[in-house]
């Protein structure tokens, strides 16, 4: 019993922290910028180079775990990531920073996905659902607490600190891990596939930094568009490379299902879009309106808090119109709410504001929600693993994908009206550029079939009397 409670409470407290440290950042960036002398814009950098980071590893994270055991796995990531994080503490170059996030991110995609399998294989089926219980919650409260968290600090003390605190609790969850965690490992394993490890790695991590690199930061022009090429290149062998393989690090083959492959496309359109708020709003707030960390965190968390709202209405809503007609209806919808972001002036009253992003949380949750879902509805129990780690990569790089579009947009928006520096007339265009790739993410949902996923939401299924 200890241990039922122990373990989901340790890989609780692992995610809160992965959780939070991703929605931390965002705010402080304006801050970050001004401290090592670089264009705001730049510090898109710091957060694709997270996610990518973790777009590479969580697909191999199952698999060094089976194979080293984990706990020892599970520890080696706290302390990667605790690493990590004094590094961002004391980086002093845009150079060192996006080094530094992309060794947080290693720690961060083995820490989460390692400690959810340690969670799956220890706890009995009929305490699941209650220890699944407690990764809801810092799953939810993480994109709360960070942007006010990290405005806080940020405003009052120095955005260092930010990466600080994950240091005191780093070392208590290692406590914790070495104590309570089992070692598990598994006896046979398929060998990793480690060319196709490198040309994804390599891929995914050469495109984005040129993507992210648009603009001028970080590489120059022949440098960027060598890593976009090269990139591009690599992903190409990586997809050739997957069909020849008996057990590709990612398998391609299931994009064959339908809802599957409207989960991956579709999502990952939607995700370009509204992944990039969490970088977009806090720009806005105080590069735009003059708001200090602190009051913009505040006002940035309103989405996450709108998120929270709907959680209970979702299952009612697949139930009754199904995954179908939710997908297109509430991705033109939620895409209509990100284009109105760029409605906001420094004058719009803040009840209007926080009513907008209270709504549009409550949107994007829901959208959000239907594609986790209906993305494993034909996916079986043996290739479960294999889909989770595809949804998972594809999750993180279009969030990616989606700050460096965003940062690209607005950098061209600010030079085209002729401003020195981004102002608020800035962000309008941008906001409606990446509504528009989430509204694009109708032509993937509109391929699947009105019934798709029916025994996940119940739809069409009459009451037994």
Excluded at 39 to 55: D, E, F, G, H, R
Excluded at 165 to 193: A, K, M, Q, T, W
Aim: with cysteine; hydrophobic share 55%.
């Amino acid at each position: 019993m200890q241990r039922q409670i122990l373990i989901p409470l340790i890989v609780a407290c692992a995610l809160f922290m992965e959780n939070m440290d991703s929605t931390v950042l965002a705010t402080s960036l304006p801050a970050i910028a001004a401290d090592i002398g670089e264009n705001p814009l730049a510090l898109k950098l710091a957060l694709t180079s997270y996610l990518v980071s973790l777009a590479v590893f969580i697909p191999i994270s199952g698999w060094v775990a089976d194979r080293f055991g984990s706990r020892t796995i599970f520890a080696t990531a706290i302390v990667v990531f605790m690493c990590g994080s004094l590094l961002c503490a004391v980086s002093g170059t845009l150079t060192a920073f996006v080094l530094a996030r992309f060794v947080q991110g290693i720690g961060g995609a083995m820490m989460v996905p390692v400690g959810r399998l340690v969670l799956l294989k220890t706890v009995p089926k009929s305490g699941l659902v209650e220890a699944l219980n407690y990764l809801t919650v810092p799953a939810l409260l993480g994109p709360i607490i960070g942007p006010v968290l990290g405005g806080l600090i940020t405003e009052y003390f120095n955005w260092r600190g930010i990466f600080l605190i994950n240091v005191p609790i780093s070392i208590l969850g290692l406590v914790l891990v070495l104590r309570h965690i089992p070692n598990i490992r598994e006896s046979e394993l398929p060998s990793l596939d480690l060319r196709g490890f490198m040309l994804l790695g390599i891929g995914l991590s050469l495109l984005v930094l040129g993507l992210s690199a648009l603009g001028g930061h970080l590489l120059r022009g022949a440098a960027t568009a060598a890593c976009i090429a090269i990139g591009a290149l690599a992903l190409a062998g990586y997809a050739w490379h997957a069909r020849s393989v008996r057990d590709p690090v990612l398998d391609l083959e299931l994009l064959k299902y339908s809802t599957f492959r409207a989960g991956i496309l579709g999502g990952s359109l939607f995700r370009i879009g509204v992944g990039a708020t969490p970088f977009l709003l806090p720009l806005l707030f105080q590069l735009g309106f003059g708001l200090d960390p602190f009051h913009s965190g505040l006002l940035s968390c309103t989405t996450a808090v709108g998120a929270m709202f709907v959680k209970t209405a979702t299952v009612m809503i697949l139930k009754r119109y199904g995954f179908r007609r939710v997908l297109v209806a509430n991705a033109v919808l939620a895409a209509a709410g990100t284009g109105v972001y760029g409605l906001f002036t420094a004058g719009t009253p803040q009840a209007i504001i926080i009513a907008v992003l209270l709504l549009s949380g409550c949107l994007r949750s829901l959208q959000f929600t239907a594609i986790a879902a209906v993305t494993f509805a034909e996916i079986t129990r043996a290739t479960m693993s294999q889909a989770a780690s595809v949804q998972s990569m594809a999750a993180r790089l279009s969030q990616s994908i989606g700050v460096a579009v965003a940062a690209y947009v607005l950098q061209i928006s600010s030079d085209l009206q002729g401003h020195a520096a981004v102002v608020t007339a800035d962000f309008w265009p941008t906001f409606i550029v990446i509504a528009l790739i989430s509204a694009a993410s109708i032509f993937s949902n509109l391929a699947i079939a009105p019934d798709a996923g029916a025994e996940i939401s119940g739809h069409g299924k009459k009451k037994t009397p």
